[in-house]
């Protein structure tokens, strides 16, 4: 299995400004990707991040507005920039491992609030 | 297109009860599929995967089941207590095109009282 830390746990901020979240992985991955899920709603999946290139977006997700970083195989942030209220969800980092048939684990979430 | 259905999408039960939960999905070439729980505000915990060859999976009161051809999944709960008033999340990962992506149901939200 995978232990993973979301910082901050939470956080409220105001319309127009930038977030950062980081991910910590207790141990090296390949495979590492960041999840919205807005109130009430189901996971929807934002980007795969990539060690070393660029992310890959899913669609309706831009690198302008959720910049991400995965500078190695433990580590990643996300941004969600230029927010509105609309962005208020929970954004989960979950990673997938090979090791057991590829089984995917999540961390504890940031609950971000917009305001 | 692969969709996945959860059914019910919430259920209110006495402990003790055994319970069903279902999940369906459209396109049986699926590599795998994971059974999560969350509770209110949290992350995901991975209950159960069950691969593509496989038919059941068990953790102690949790039993999965996979019926490929059909579509279908089930996660059953035997004699469900108050702490296990969670929603339950059912996952595939498709075989078409990599295997990098899982595709959640819209979940399940169990309320057990006692």
């Known amino acids: 299995s995978a232990v993973i830390s979301q910082k901050p746990s939470r956080d409220i901020c105001q319309r127009g400004t930038s977030l950062t979240i980081q991910c910590q992985v207790d141990s090296q991955v390949t495979m590492m990707f960041w999840y919205r899920q807005q109130p009430g709603q189901s996971l929807t999946l934002i980007a795969t991040a990539n060690q070393g290139s660029e992310a890959t977006y899913e669609s309706g997700f831009v690198i302008d507005k959720f910049p991400i970083s995965r500078p190695n195989l433990t580590f990643s942030t996300l941004t969600v920039s230029n927010m509105s209220p609309e962005d208020s969800s929970i954004y989960l980092c979950?990673?997938?491992?090979?090791?057991?048939?590829?089984?995917?684990?999540f961390g504890p979430g940031t609950r971000l609030t917009v305001t | 297109k692969q969709e996945v259905t959860q059914i019910p999408a919430a259920l209110s039960v006495p402990e003790g009860e055994n319970l069903v939960l279902n999940c369906s999905f459209t396109d049986s070439a699926i590599y795998n599929l994971q059974w999560f729980r969350q509770d209110p505000g949290k992350g995901l915990t991975s209950l159960l995967l069950i691969q593509s060859s496989q038919r059941e999976q068990t953790s102690g009161r949790l039993n999965a089941s996979l019926d490929k051809s059909s579509g279908r999944s089930t996660l059953y709960i035997a004699a469900s207590q108050p702490g296990d008033s969670a929603t339950y999340l059912c996952a595939v990962r498709r075989r078409r095109g990599g295997y990098n992506k899982l595709i959640f149901g819209a979940g399940t939200r169990l309320a057990v009282h006692p």
């Open positions: 979950s990673v997938m491992t090979g090791t057991l048939g590829y089984e995917q684990y």
